[in-house]
């Protein structure tokens, strides 16, 4: 709750006059308690785990040819009662576990120093943050995903993952319960590390979520933005660690592929797409001397 009456004390405080985004955020959190505004993570988490995978559906629903050109295991395709299903038990652990595990973490939010108060944070300093969060939970993650694919850690909590070998948006957060309480430790120590105002974790929770169903989305589009990004993974990066399944020993990133290349965990990926560009250059060159044309159709991507 922000100490001041009204937005001149306001602007009094900070020797300014409030920007649009301040005032706005005044009258929004002007009488809402700090742990109420916390619990907004709910509700983004939901609106994020609801709505974005619904992109994708829609997608497998109008089969365009072009389209289905993008999907990474094109042989697989899940009926929309499948897909409700996998939502189903998102949404139930969700229910069991997210939600309860948001309402009672706020204390450690307030310890770590979040806070809700004016100044809000410039553009600069939100991204340099959000960086800095999404650097620390891939590192972590990496060691702590590749900790889950050994036989124990298979076995007993990561294979309910695995269940998805063509994995879809609905299944990025589709696990164990200890799982996502497991990996909801490299999420927090971003913030730990560099804490930023209640905004930036708002940001950070529904963009690494947002990563996470793209990833899982089984579709290589080549219009998204993430294209741009440096040592990106993206859809079909993990996508081969899906269809690998339980034996897979590559692949480990959740975000940047740094990690899989410094310690040789891409091998077998980079082996995999070695075979396929030289198949699918022999293929081509092939039809081009027996007079005929290059069907860029064929699909020579893992299925």
Known sequence: MLPYDNINDAAAALGRPLTTAETIWFNYSANKSDYFLYCHNILFLFVVFTAVPLFYVLLDVVNNYRIQSYKIQPKVKLSLSQTFRCYRDV?????????????VSYPSVKMIGIRT???????????????????????????????????????????????YTAPIGYAAP???????????????LGPATAPGHMITFWLWIALRQIEAIET??????????????????????????????????????????????IYGTDKGYRYQKKVMKELKDGVKSTGLQNGGSYNSSVDFKSD
């Open 91 to 103: 949404m139930r652990m969700f229910i069991l576990v997210v939600g309860p595990l948001q309402l």
């Open 117 to 163: 108060s004016l100044p809000l944070p410039s553009l600069g300093e939100i991204g340099a943050q959000l960086f800095v969060y999404f650097i620390i939970e891939d590192y972590t993650n990496y060691w702590m995903h590749r900790f889950l694919h050994c036989k124990w850690g298979y076995e007993k909590i990561h294979r309910v993952h695995h269940e």
């Open 174 to 188: 589709y696990a164990h319960w200890l799982e996502v309480l497991l990996l909801g430790i490299p999420s927090f």
């Open 216 to 261: 899982h989305s089984g579709y290589d589009l080549p219009w998204t933005p993430t294209k741009f990004i440096p040592f990106y993974g993206g859809a079909e990066y993990h996508d081969y660690h899906h269809y690998v399944g339980g034996q897979s020993q590559s692949n480990f990133a959740s975000v940047f592929t740094y990690c899989d290349y």
